[in-house]
């Protein structure tokens, strides 16, 4: 008894002293708590865990957006994706708890890394893992389905595929270098490249260039933005020397690597990368000197007429070049006609020349050509000199002369020599020869009287042997009658095209019933012939298109819906080149009208648009509306 009564009396004081320990606890947890908040690590911890369960959160909320919106899912069965998300999260808490409260948190943390590496290499593969060959197959199929005409796109795409692997890299490294662009990144970067990496040297298949010089850099004495160190200079002084350049060196030392003017810095490009496949070279204002190319001549220039007279021995550049396009302005035939002569030269693409009378070195070009697309735009060449070019070349399959100075570059003291005369039927003769290859054929003549020959009764003749012809464009005064009386003949269309063609763009003159009378109907009827058989005559053709020369647009009577109409009964589209513009204004001075400061407009507009839009557009009025914008 004694024994239970002291058990009682124990408890009954241990029950009588617990307040006083609860209220110490009590104390010391708020002091506890208290001592917490002062500690960094609490607050390091608890934004931890805030940013974790907010990417989580907000990663399951696009997946579920994805789903939905790029997927077209349904938002009952997406919901699942964040439910199953975030069970695993709370399956996985109570899971690791009691394995992480038994072997401790450290071997945990060791344990689940090493579990995910030993996963992810096992089951997953990368890119890194990939054969060599293949990736080297992947990335050839993604270059060939970019678009190279945009070269700031091409290299974007090119970069951020590099970010996806390190092999990806180091095998990209030669595409990023194929394409060199100056209106894209500074030149000297790549010079630098070179000089440091030598393997790079010759890796370029493509060069655009941009002459962005002005006349006021060549007076001033001015520092220009190109610039190479010392031992740079150096190493590509080297390069030069062992290219087998020796006429070339001394020029190309002093001026592309001191200097490093423009246009020299082109020739040095080219010096260094002889497997080049594209150039084409623009000026940034169609005045780069005070009279254009007309007295001279780029140093690159000099090098490619020496590749093509194979002057040097041991010189193999531009083998491979198979695609020229110089838009340059105003530059002389003489100095560019010789780069017909290069033997893998399959286009040749000449804006803003002139040349009177025949060539001098028509020696030179006897040799056949492998040219098989020529374009010459823009340009006041005289026909015998054209039809010397044509006559170097063996197989033609695309000809386009346009005949005409829209840049209004060609001034009085370029026209020393004379002018250059034009004739359709000098043309004709000379693209005798290539009627069974050719495909595409343009001969417009957009300028004045003062530039015809005395003959200018000359015409194209007969078109009808040339079989493969499929588009063609040409002005309706090249398919007039020989009569003297021009009142009692149209121009014959309808015996004089070619057979097969598909496309019919005719250019004519837009007259005034004040001016002329029959001048502003004779057009009309030439193409009424056309419309009464042209189902039998020319089972193949879909399209006619009628401009006018210079631009602006034909006006629409009842004698164009007649027209239109008979020629939508035989399967043809007719329509006329700007009929859905709201006022037949000129495109130049509908510019003009925008505002009363012009040059407000064109200085807003940097030379990189404007040479994009020109190689953007094909078609004669938009680019001589851009050219306008250049010469205004």
Same mark, same amino acid.
């Given at each position: 008894m004694l024994a239970v009564g002291l058990k009682i009396d124990k408890g009954r004081t241990s029950q009588a002293a617990q307040p006083a320990a609860v209220v110490s606890i009590r104390k010391q947890g708020d002091k506890d708590v208290v001592a917490a908040l002062k500690s960094p690590p609490v607050y390091l911890l608890s934004m931890f865990y805030f940013f974790m369960l907010g990417t989580g959160i907000t990663a399951s909320g696009w997946v579920? /957006?994805? #789903?939905? /919106? +790029?997927?077209?899912?349904?938002?009952?069965? +997406?919901?699942?994706?964040?439910? +199953?998300?975030?069970?695993?999260?709370?399956?996985?808490?109570?899971?690791?708890?009691? !394995?992480?409260?038994?072997?401790?948190?450290?071997?945990?943390? %060791?344990?689940?890394?090493?579990? $995910?590496?030993?996963?992810? !290499?096992?089951?997953? &593969?990368?890119?890194?893992? #990939?054969?060599?060959?293949?990736?080297?197959?992947?990335l050839d199929a993604i270059v060939n389905s970019l678009n190279i005409s945009r070269p700031d796109e091409y290299y974007k795409a090119l970069h951020s595929l590099c970010l996806t692997s390190r092999r990806y890299h180091r095998l990209a490294k030669p595409y990023l270098y194929a394409c060199v662009d100056n209106r894209c990144f500074d030149p000297a970067t790549i010079l630098r490249a070179y000089s440091n990496q030598p393997d790079m040297r010759g890796s370029a298949k493509r060069i655009i260039w941009v002459d962005d010089a002005s006349f006021h850099d060549f007076l001033s004495k001015t520092k220009l933005r190109y610039e190479l160190r010392h031992p740079e200079r150096r190493e590509l002084c080297k390069a030069i020397g062992t290219m087998g350049l020796q006429h070339l060196e001394e020029r190309v030392v002093s001026h592309a690597i001191k200097y490093q003017s423009s246009d020299d810095l082109l020739t040095l490009f080219l010096i260094l990368n002889p497997d080049v496949e594209i150039l084409e070279v623009a000026d940034a204002n169609i005045r780069i000197r005070p009279h254009g190319y007309w007295n001279t001549s780029p140093l690159w220039t000099r090098m490619m007429r020496l590749a093509a007279l194979g002057s040097l021995e041991r010189m193999q550049h531009f083998r491979h070049l198979h695609r020229l396009i110089i838009r340059m302005g105003p530059i002389s035939l003489q100095s560019v006609v010789l780069f017909l002569n290069l033997p893998a030269l399959h286009e040749f693409v000449l804006a803003n020349a002139f040349h009177a009378g025949p060539l001098w070195m028509s020696v030179a070009l006897q040799s056949k050509s492998t040219v098989q697309r020529l374009s010459i735009e823009g340009s006041l060449i005289d026909t015998d000199a054209i039809s010397e070019c044509v006559n170097a070349i063996k197989c033609l399959t695309e000809?386009?002369?346009?005949?005409?100075?829209?840049?209004?570059?060609?001034?009085?003291?370029?026209?020393?020599?004379?002018?250059?005369?034009?004739?359709? &039927?000098?043309? !004709?003769?000379?693209?005798?020869?290539?009627?069974?290859?050719?495909?595409?054929?343009?001969?417009?003549?957009?300028?004045?009287?003062?530039?015809?020959?005395?003959?200018?009764?000359?015409?194209?003749?007969?078109?009808?042997?040339?079989?493969?012809?499929? /588009?063609?464009?040409?002005? %309706?005064?090249?398919?007039?009658? *020989?009569? *003297?009386?021009?009142?009692?003949?149209?121009?014959?269309?309808?015996?004089?095209?070619?057979?097969?063609?598909?496309?019919?763009?005719?250019?004519?003159? &837009?007259?005034?019933?004040?001016?002329?009378?029959?001048?502003?109907?004779?057009?009309?009827?030439?193409?009424?012939?056309?419309?009464?058989? @042209?189902?039998?005559?020319?089972?193949?053709?879909?399209?006619?298109?009628?401009?006018?020369?210079?631009?602006?647009?034909?006006?629409?009577?009842?004698?164009?819906?007649?027209?239109?109409?008979?020629?939508? /009964?035989?399967?043809?589209?007719?329509?006329?080149?700007? *009929?859905? $513009?709201?006022?037949?204004?000129?495109?130049?001075?509908?510019?003009?009208?925008?505002?009363?400061?012009?040059?407000?407009?064109?200085?807003?507009?940097?030379?990189?648009? &404007?040479?994009?839009?020109?190689? #953007?557009?094909?078609?004669?009025?938009?680019? @001589?509306? #851009?050219?306008?914008?250049?010469?205004?």
């Open positions: 579920v /957006e994805y #789903l939905i /919106e +790029a997927r077209n899912g349904k938002l009952p069965k +997406a919901g699942y994706i964040f439910a +199953a998300l975030a069970g695993g999260i709370f399956l996985g808490r109570i899971v690791l708890a009691q !394995s992480t409260y038994r072997y401790g948190e450290r071997r945990m943390t %060791l344990a689940h890394p090493s579990g $995910r590496k030993t996963r992810q !290499s096992t089951f997953t &593969k990368s890119l890194d893992d #990939l054969p060599e060959e293949l990736m080297v197959i992947t000809f386009r002369f346009e005949f005409c100075d829209a840049d209004n570059a060609f001034d009085e003291q370029i026209m020393d020599d004379g002018y250059p005369e034009f004739s359709y &039927k000098a043309l !004709s003769t000379a693209l005798a020869p290539h009627k069974r290859t050719l495909q595409t054929l343009r001969i417009v003549n957009l300028e004045n009287h003062r530039y015809l020959d005395d003959g200018s009764d000359d015409t194209l003749g007969s078109l009808r042997d040339m079989t493969n012809v499929r /588009e063609i464009k040409v002005s %309706l005064r090249g398919f007039r009658a *020989e009569s *003297e009386e021009r009142l009692q003949d149209h121009a014959n269309l309808h015996d004089n095209l070619p057979p097969n063609i598909n496309y019919l763009r005719v250019y004519v003159e &837009k007259c005034t019933i004040e001016d002329d009378p029959y001048e502003s109907q004779w057009w009309k009827v030439s193409l009424r012939n056309l419309a009464q058989d @042209c189902r039998a005559s020319y089972p193949h053709l879909k399209t006619i298109v009628v401009s006018d020369k210079p631009i602006g647009v034909l006006p629409i009577d009842e004698d164009v819906r007649k027209l239109r109409a008979q020629f939508k /009964e035989q399967g043809v589209s007719f329509s006329i080149k700007g *009929e859905h $513009r709201v006022t037949p204004i000129p495109a130049v001075q509908e510019w003009k009208k925008l505002t009363a400061d012009r040059d407000v407009i064109l200085n807003g507009m940097s030379w990189k648009s &404007k040479l994009h839009a020109i190689h #953007l557009y094909d078609d004669y009025e938009n680019e @001589c509306l #851009l050219r306008n914008w250049r010469g205004l």
